[in-house]
């Protein structure tokens, strides 16, 4: 279903050999940074970034597109509730990538989600994920932001957690029991029990708040140290709004302010290395084009992907818009992606680990036909 | 079967006690414990005895909505006054919701039934369809979440599939959870009407989808948008958010309605004529009628399809098996899934059946895995009812004990969270990180403060754990780490 638009073949993808050498990144010494923002759900791209040069938006959506859009070019607005990653774009720091996905078109979230992290086409195919695996082949370090270590992180060797228990009245034994624990376990479960022994032996106050926000400045924190991890992943959820998703104000744009704050927050917390990193939104998949009769919008297709870091040199918006009138739509009802996300996921990992492209799309997707994109994100 | 019962026990249960008796016969006791009626059984304080569960804190579904109407109404009046500060607002509000709460109550069944209760092979079964069915916690659907675990999942146990698939598709809690409550036919009346008024309505076809993808014949089934969007059709017209399900209550009750038998179909059968969709509709080839009957011969159709048989034979393997468990194992159920026509209480016995004779390992829940470290050991940790809420005791509301509740969703693993609707996983995998780990070590140490009368060695003695584990157990230097090593080795983490 992909083949059919895609964005770059035949369109200067020969401009961006394989092999294209990534300056200033050695194997031995990753400067990059990447920050996975999940978004849980299913975002509606249409009311993040609405193609406002589209006449055909305001026929398909009454009532959901944002009454006063940051214009950003004569097709696309972004929600005003985007403010910090707004500024990102205008610092020529930010980058919107619009009507993309995975190539995953059957609107389970829970296949979605794992095609998504998996970076496989077949759902529930593989055990690691594409981040996890290119970790590996990187030899970097991860961090994930929640209480489970997700799926998109697996496989890389060396992962830990930060979600901070509130059990009263405990607290871990010693490091020699722990190193006990540690060796009655075998494989994973032994690694994480050695992560969590060292981890108990660190001095130092952290903070205790679980919000997503939270969250994304301990990353910050973590990841602006030298020896600290590469990776971190981010979870915002409740996405999947049906009903009532709201159009200036109500949940969806609620969402909206906390990832743009996930934005802003990583900014500040990362500090100087915020030039050595790239942050990316991802989410299973878009929401219809037409409302439903309840004010929401219910599981589609394409949606929208916001970049933003330092490793970023110039601002765009990277779309093929496949048009929004009946007949341009996916099945009559979903945004078509026209951009295969996992490309611009290469184009990531290219970018913070200096890895060939080759490498990412034969040893992390598994999947040689892949197009480069670098050059439209990073040039 | 393993010779050790106490492992047989954990495998299917939550395990024998200190000071439980043994099964003499365990085939007896296997086909008891799926058939007998138990009495559910509770504690008042921390270390008195073990008694039935109190009839007052076994909440009807009227109860359930009556109070969360007390709460709703008192707190408006508190926030409306104009005589209270705002610190004495939150003060009266936080009472107000204590002495309210309901599934404080819940919970504290949940964790009592687990840890003393008799029926240890339905409560895991419980906790089995429980998850199938998510109902996402979280705000006023806490007040009815107990009246779908206990009325719904363990009151349907034995009943055939299709029984069990009706009546959770339209409880109350699973139309608000998955926004039916919000879907109306296009051409319904209603919506007929909102278009006169400038307004749309439509379908939202959330349940719909989870119906077909997670509750029934999964995406194996190669069902179409068509089949989601007719099956929406079907679902159009059924339900009410709890919101307005506790307001239209609180408000007939409190106007002594006469009526109430009306609003007990309101309830138990929220179905609404003006927002369903009428003519036709076709779901996996099968046509269906307009009308209120319909949506039963959808749940009929599709818990009857081979899909569905095939989807859940697989998906209880794995809960009680482990998740590399064989394809001949998962025939078994689903032979007698086919056989029975879906009769649970014969899957179930087979369940048993297959579980015995495999040698797979399971690795269990957090909260399975916690329930079976406080009853097997005989830790006191659990607080009694009675400390559950004690301003009903007229005691201070800030004695009350919110830990049960908060160690579940510390550990991850509590039905009374928000959460996505294809439920907690079965896979290790995604309950092994360096977080999880710390609260399973933390809740060990915590179960130890409550003096268990079996320790780490008897532990490991009784449930046949493997050398190396022993080993550790022996180095560690006092008694508690001997009891976290124990409790946190994969010898009981996994059975």
Redesign the interface.
């Known amino acids: 279903m992909l083949t059919r638009r895609h964005f770059l073949s035949g369109t200067g993808a020969g401009l961006f050999l394989s092999g294209y050498p990534v300056h200033g990144f050695t194997k031995n010494a990753i400067k990059g940074r990447i920050v996975v923002v999940l978004l849980?759900g299913g975002m509606d791209g249409l009311l993040a970034v609405p193609p406002i040069g589209d006449d055909n938006l305001f026929k398909q959506r009454?009532a959901l597109v944002a009454s006063n859009p940051l214009k950003l070019n004569p097709l696309f607005g972004i929600h005003p509730n985007f403010k910090n990653f707004s500024s990102m774009l205008l610092n020529d720091e930010a980058s919107i990538i619009h009507a993309t996905s995975f190539p995953y078109v059957?609107?389970?979230?829970?296949?979605g989600q794992n095609v998504l992290q998996g970076g496989m086409l077949t759902p529930f195919s593989i055990?690691t994920g594409w981040l996890g695996r290119a970790m590996d082949i990187a030899k970097t370090a991860g961090k994930?932001m929640?209480?489970?270590?997700p799926?998109i992180i697996?496989g890389a060797n060396d992962?830990?957690?930060?979600?901070p228990?509130?059990?009263?009245?405990?607290?871990?034994?010693?490091s020699?029991?722990?190193r006990?624990?540690q060796?009655?376990?075998?494989n994973?479960?032994a690694k994480?029990?050695g992560?969590?022994t060292k981890?108990s032996m660190k001095m130092g106050v952290v903070s205790q708040a679980r919000d997503p926000l939270s969250l994304a400045a301990e990353a910050g924190r973590a990841m602006r140290e030298k020896d600290g991890p590469r990776v971190a992943v981010v979870k915002i959820p409740?996405f999947?709004d049906?009903?009532?998703i709201g159009t200036d104000t109500g949940h969806h744009p609620e969402l909206f302010t906390l990832v743009d704050r996930t934005f802003g927050k990583l900014k500040s917390e990362l500090k100087e290395e915020w030039k050595n990193t790239i942050v990316l939104t991802m989410t299973e998949f878009g929401r219809t084009v037409k409302?439903?009769?309840?004010?929401?919008t219910?599981?589609g297709y394409g949606s929208v992907g916001l970049l933003a870091g330092g490793l970023i040199n110039r601002s765009s918006v990277v779309a093929n818009w496949p048009g929004l009138s009946n007949k341009d739509l996916y099945?009559k009802?979903d945004l078509y992606a026209t951009i295969d996300y996992r490309s611009i996921c290469a184009a990531c990992l290219e970018a913070a680990f200096g890895l060939d492209h080759d490498v990412i799309s034969e040893r992390v997707f598994l999947d040689k036909t892949i197009p480069r994109t670098y050059g439209h994100i990073f040039g | 079967m393993s010779d050790n019962k106490h492992k047989w026990a954990r495998k299917v249960g939550f395990g024998f006690g200190p000071n439980e008796l043994l099964p003499t016969d365990v085939e007896s006791w296997n086909n008891s414990q799926l058939t007998s009626n138990f009495k559910s059984v509770g504690m008042a304080k921390r270390y008195s005895d073990v008694e039935i569960w109190p009839q007052e804190y076994n909440f009807s579904f009227e109860d359930r909505l009556r109070r969360a109407g007390e709460y709703n109404e008192g707190k408006k009046e508190i926030e409306n006054s104009k005589k209270l500060t705002s610190v004495e607002k939150k003060k009266r509000v936080r009472t107000l919701r204590d002495q309210t709460d309901v599934a404080l109550f819940d919970v504290y069944k949940f964790w009592n039934s687990a840890i003393y209760g008799d029926d240890m092979v339905k409560q895991r079964l419980t906790h089995f369809w429980t998850n199938h069915f998510t109902v996402g916690g979280g705000g006023r659907r806490n007040y009815i979440i107990g009246d779908f675990i206990y009325r719904v999942i363990y009151g349907n146990l034995n009943a055939s599939f299709d029984e069990l698939l009706y009546k959770v598709t339209t409880h109350v809690g699973m139309l608000d959870y998955l926004d039916n409550a919000e879907s109306v036919g296009e051409r319904s009346e209603s919506a007929r009407w909102a278009r006169r008024n400038g307004k749309t309505q439509g379908l939202n076809d959330n349940l719909a989808r989870e119906l077909l993808e997670l509750h029934s014949v999964s995406p194996e089934r190669m069902y179409t948008e068509d089949d989601i969007r007719n099956s929406a059709k079907i679902l159009a017209g059924w339900g009410a958010n709890t919101d307005s399900v506790i307001r239209k209550f609180y408000r007939e009750r409190r106007r002594d309605n006469p009526a109430i038998g009306s609003l007990g179909k309101f309830i138990y059968e929220p179905y609404f004529k003006d927002r369903a969709e009428p003519g036709r509709k076709i779901v996996l080839d099968n046509k269906f009628r307009s009308g209120k009957k319909s949506l039963r011969q959808l749940t009929d159709m599709l818990a009857n399809d081979d899909f569905t048989a095939r989807h859940l034979s697989k998906k209880l393997a794995i809960h009680f098996i482990g998740e590399s468990v064989n394809q001949s194992e998962i025939d078994f159920i689903y032979n007698v899934w086919k056989d029975s026509k879906g009769n649970l209480e014969e899957i179930h016995k087979e369940v048993l059946n297959v579980t015995a004779r495999s040698k797979e390992r399971k690795f269990l829940w957090p909260s399975t895995w916690m329930f079976q470290a406080i009853r097997f050991s005989g830790s006191s940790f659990l607080p009694g009812f009675e400390d559950g809420n004690a301003s009903f005791y007229k005691a201070v509301p800030s004695k009350l004990n919110y830990e049960p509740k908060k160690i579940l969703e510390e550990l991850g693993n509590s039905f009374w969270e928000s959460r996505q609707p294809d439920g907690y996983s079965e896979r290790k995998d995604d309950w092994v990180s360096t977080e999880h780990f710390d609260r399973r070590i933390k809740v060990a140490s915590r179960i130890y403060s409550f003096q268990p009368d079996r320790q780490g060695e008897e532990i490991a003695e009784l449930l046949d754990f493997s050398d190396n584990t022993k080993i550790a157990i022996d180095k560690a230097s006092n008694m508690r780490d001997k009891f976290i090593v124990a409790l946190c080795s994969p010898d009981f983490m996994e059975v």
């Open positions: 849980e009454r059957g609107r389970s979230h829970f296949e055990k994930a929640s209480l489970e270590t799926l697996r992962l830990d957690n930060f979600y228990a509130r059990i009263k009245h405990s607290r871990l034994p010693s020699e029991t722990l006990l624990i060796s009655t376990h075998l994973n479960a994480v029990i992560k969590l981890n409740q999947d049906h009903s009532e409302e439903n009769g309840s004010a929401g219910d599981h099945e009802r």
